[in-house]
Structures are given as C-alpha cells and as structure tokens.
C-alpha cells in the first residue's frame, strides 16, 4: 500500500528530527543553538507533527473510512447505519489524528517552550472540541436508534433527555477549551461563573424551562409521540411527530406543520385523543332532528305490525304488559273520572327500535366494552324550534378516522331510512325548492277558486 509506506518513512523521519540518535548527534546538537535556529527547529518539528497527522488522517479517510461505510451499508445489521447517518465514524477519523498530533507536538525540541506549550494548548483545544462533536453525534445516533429499533420509543421518548446531556456536552466543552487556551484550570473559571448566574439564567431561561416542561410531560405521560392532540389556541388538530426540549411538532389532518412550545401543553388546555385509541372505542354522539307535529300515538294495527320485528317483539311485549297493568288499575276509578291514556307512541317505538340497532351492531360496543364504561343508548332530547333531537350515543370498536366515519355513516342510513315506517319525518327548513312548491299549489288554489266563483 504505498500511503502505508509513505507514513512509515514520514514517522521514522519525524522520530529522528524529535531528538533521537542521528549517527551520534542530536538534532538539537547538529543545528547551532542561536535564538532563531531554536525557533525554526521548533517551528518545523511543530509543522512537522501536524503534517504527519494530517498524512493520518488522508490515510483514515481515504481507505480505512470508505471501507469501513461499505461495510456499514451491505451489513444486515441496520443501527450501524444510524451512526454512519450522523457521521459519527467520520467525526471519531478526525478526533485520531488530533489526538496524535497533541502527542507529538510533546516530542519536539523544547528549544523554545513557548511555541511548543502554545501548540499543545491549540492542538488540545482541537481535540476537545472534536470529541464534543463525537458525543454530540453518538447522542444523535443513539436517539436515532432508540426511536426507529424498540417499540417503547412512542411510550418513553429520550430525545428531551439526551438534548440536556448535549447542552451540558457542549457547555462544558466550552469551559474546559477556554481554560486550555488560557492556560488556567477550569475550577477557576467555574468558579467565576458565579458572579454570572443571573445572565445565564436570562440566557438559558428557555432552555431551564422547556426541561422542566419535557420531564412533566414524560413523567406524568401527558403527550407522546403519536398522540393525536388539539390545541385550539395554536391551531393545532393533528398527529404529534416530534417532542423536544423547546417544541412539540404536530402535523395536521391538512397536512400542514404546527410547532408549539413544550412549556405551553403544561401551561394551557388541550385535547388529547390517545384514550380513544387505547380504550378501543371512538364516541359516536349525533342527532337526528324529528318533526313535532308527527309524533302521536300507535294504532293497535301498528302495534301488532311492530310486535313482529325482531328489534321490537320484546320491548312492544313489556310495554303492552305494563299498559295492560294500567288498565287494570283504572277499572277501580269511580264513575265519571276519565282515565289517563298511556299507550305507545310513534317515537318511542322509534327510539326503542334505534337502540337495540346499536346494541346489536357488530362494529359497536354495544355491551360496554372491555371496561363496562362505553355506554350505548338512544335518547329523545329537549324539543326545540328545529324539531326533537334523538341522539345516538354509543362507542364504535373502529378509531381510525375514516373506518369510524363509515360506521357512523352506516347506522344513520339506516336510521334515516328506516324513519317513515313508524310514521314520522325527518325535520328539515323549506327550501327554495319548497317555497316555489308552496307558490304554485297557491296558485293553482287561487285558479280553481276563480273558476269556481265565475261557474257560480
């Protein structure tokens, strides 16, 4: 491999110049010992140092590197990939060089201790800040892992803890390559931040509060990635995709992004449909809007047609039961008293009738559910100028979005369809369409009138 071979000559000339042996005689004794001769032994054995780990790293990048991707990519192994993703291996090629180039700067002449100490502190510096990144990178990698490799990622997300560890990575790494460069020990400069803890408080506000928030929100399980949320104060009505030290992302049902801070979903109100997920059950609660002046009571024909429905043959023959105790009871009255009627009416037929279509559908819970909670009942509401409401209120087994709506969709066709049996109509304003209905039959009413009143 002539690069291997190129190193090795490089290193053997860079062990000789470092104040080894030459044929009896240092390098330091063979150069004469004037102040710029020790300078420029100095200078070179520096530049001599640092060319060879850059030779090092040409070496690792272009062979060792390449080699090592393909060999990430063909492997069946897949959280490999996640670290070549987030360049640690690139990242960790450039922290060996630097490493080796502090450790040889240490090995030049010491002519002049100035530039080598200067050199050792630059070179450190370096070495410390590109570890920041490895760990900033491994960080990133092992969140990557985490989230796409093991099912509890959706249940205990870690992206808000490892940004904490990656803020303190970075804060410290600043400390101790500040102290490095100014050749003073980093218990000092702590020491000193003392003085500052107002401005870092003012500084890092957003971030102490955007962590504490994260840790409410993890350790009470409020949000996770995936909920489906509503904000209605950021706009918010969608899939949560990302939880962060500072942000919480949402992809609305319209496709669009809405970012809203950590910090405000344990200040403010939201919804959160994950239950319904979790439970099995997704509400169903609508109306059906009757006319009021259909209502009325059943004939003894209607009655006895209703008893033979499957759905109703059971509630028609308690409510007969009762009726007939009634009666019973009446007999006693004194003469001239006119007894209550009770009978059964249109839309308590209709009503019975919807409930038990619920209860027996099979894409209802219509026995409670799994926890006896998911009530299933059909109830008349208050009147109101826009007719009677009987509402539907049940659990459907379906959450997902479009496999509930056809449920809910499916029982009111039926319902709907099934409304002019018992004799009633649905209530609906008039339209355009009925108020030309309404003037022609006026017309036409008016037309017969004046015939009338001419043929007389």
């Given at each position: 491999?002539?690069?291997?071979?190129?190193?090795?000559?490089?290193?053997?000339?860079?062990?000789?110049?470092?104040?080894?042996?030459?044929?009896?005689?240092?390098?330091?004794?063979?150069?004469?010992?004037?102040?710029?001769?020790?300078?420029?032994?100095?200078?070179?054995?520096?530049?001599?140092?640092?060319?060879?780990?850059?030779?090092?790293?040409?070496?690792?990048?272009?062979?060792?590197?390449?080699?090592?991707?393909?060999?990430?990519?063909?492997?069946?192994?897949?959280?490999?990939?996640?670290?070549?993703?987030?360049?640690?291996?690139?990242?960790?090629?450039?922290?060996?060089?630097?490493?080796?180039?502090?450790?040889?700067?240490?090995?030049?002449?010491?002519?002049?201790?100035?530039?080598?100490?200067?050199?050792?502190?630059?070179?450190?510096?370096?070495?410390?800040?590109?570890?920041?990144?490895?760990?900033?990178?491994?960080?990133?990698?092992?969140?990557?892992?985490?989230?796409?490799?093991?099912?509890?990622?959706r249940n205990r997300p870690i992206k808000g803890y490892l940004q904490i560890i990656?803020?303190?990575?970075?804060?410290?790494?600043?400390?101790?390559?500040?102290?490095?460069?100014?050749?003073?020990?980093?218990?000092?400069?702590?020491?000193?931040?003392?003085?500052?803890?107002?401005?870092?408080?003012?500084?890092?506000?957003?971030?102490?509060?955007?962590?504490?928030?994260?840790?409410?929100?993890?350790?009470?399980?409020?949000?996770?990635?995936?909920?489906?949320?509503?904000?209605?104060?950021?706009?918010?009505?969608?899939?949560?995709?990302?939880?962060?030290?500072?942000?919480?992302?949402?992809?609305?049902?319209?496709?669009?992004?809405?970012?809203?801070?950590?910090?405000?979903?344990?200040?403010?109100?939201?919804?959160?449909?994950?239950?319904?997920?979790?439970?099995?059950?997704?509400?169903?609660?609508?109306?059906?809007?009757?006319?009021?002046?259909?209502?009325?009571?059943?004939?003894?024909?209607?009655?006895?047609?209703?008893?033979?429905?499957?759905?109703?043959?059971?509630?028609?023959?308690?409510?007969?039961?009762?009726?007939?105790?009634?009666?019973?009871?009446?007999?006693?009255?004194?003469?001239?008293?006119?007894?209550?009627?009770?009978?059964?009416?249109?839309?308590?037929?209709?009503?019975?009738?919807?409930?038990?279509?619920?209860?027996?559908?099979?894409?209802?819970?219509?026995?409670?559910?799994?926890?006896?909670?998911?009530?299933?009942?059909?109830?008349?509401?208050?009147?109101?100028?826009?007719?009677?409401?009987?509402?539907?209120?049940?659990?459907?087994?379906?959450?997902?979005?479009?496999?509930?709506?056809?449920?809910?969709?499916?029982?009111?066709?039926?319902?709907?369809?099934?409304?002019?049996?018992?004799?009633?109509?649905?209530?609906?304003?008039?339209?355009?369409?009925?108020?030309?209905?309404?003037?022609?039959?006026?017309?036409?009413?008016?037309?017969?009138?004046?015939?009338?009143?001419?043929?007389?």
């Open positions: 491999m002539p690069s291997g071979w190129i190193v090795l000559v490089v290193g053997m000339a860079l062990r000789d110049l470092m104040g080894r042996q030459v044929s009896g005689e240092t390098v330091a004794e063979a150069v004469p010992s004037a102040p710029m001769a020790d300078w420029a032994t100095t200078s070179i054995g520096v530049a001599v140092a640092v060319a060879f780990a850059a030779l090092v790293y040409a070496l690792l990048r272009g062979r060792i590197l390449r080699r090592l991707e393909r060999e990430i990519i063909a492997s069946p192994v897949r959280w490999d990939d996640s670290l070549l993703r987030r360049r640690v291996p690139q990242r960790v090629a450039l922290l060996l060089p630097a490493l080796l180039a502090f450790l040889l700067v240490g090995l030049a002449p010491a002519d002049e201790p100035d530039i080598i100490g200067g050199a050792q502190r630059v070179l450190l510096s370096v070495v410390v800040l590109v570890a920041v990144f490895v760990v900033s990178a491994l960080l990133n990698a092992a969140d990557e892992i985490y989230e796409a490799h093991y099912d509890p990622t990656n803020t303190i990575v970075f804060l410290g790494g600043g400390i101790v390559i500040v102290s490095v460069l100014a050749d003073r020990s980093p218990v000092v400069l702590i020491g000193g931040l003392g003085a500052l803890t107002a401005i870092l408080l003012l500084v890092f506000q957003d971030t102490i509060t955007g962590f504490v928030a994260s840790v409410q929100l993890q350790n009470y399980d409020v949000v996770r990635q995936g909920d489906w949320i509503e904000a209605a104060d950021y706009g918010a009505d969608g899939e949560v995709v990302d939880v962060t030290l500072h942000t919480v992302k949402i992809l609305n049902s319209d496709r669009t992004m809405v970012t809203i801070p950590t910090k405000s979903l344990t200040q403010g109100g939201f919804t959160n449909w994950r239950p319904i997920y979790e439970g099995g059950g997704r509400r169903i609660m609508r109306s059906l809007r009757l006319d009021v002046s259909m209502v009325r009571f059943l004939t003894a024909a209607e009655v006895e047609a209703f008893g033979r429905w499957e759905l109703l043959h059971d509630w028609i023959s308690e409510r007969q039961a009762e009726i007939g105790a009634d009666a019973v009871a009446e007999a006693d009255l004194p003469p001239g008293v006119v007894p209550h009627r009770r009978g059964i009416t249109n839309i308590g037929a209709f009503r019975a009738y919807a409930e038990a279509y619920v209860r027996r559908h099979p894409k209802i819970h219509g026995d409670g559910g799994k926890d006896g909670a998911m009530t299933a009942l059909v109830r008349v509401k208050e009147a109101t100028p826009e007719g009677v409401p009987v509402e539907v209120y049940a659990f459907a087994k379906e959450t997902g979005f479009e496999a509930f709506e056809e449920v809910q969709a499916e029982v009111f066709d039926h319902l709907l369809a099934v409304v002019p049996e018992f004799g009633l109509r649905v209530f609906q304003n008039p339209t355009g369409a009925d108020m030309a209905r309404l003037a022609g039959a006026t017309a036409e009413l008016a037309g017969a009138t004046h015939e009338l009143s001419e043929g007389s």
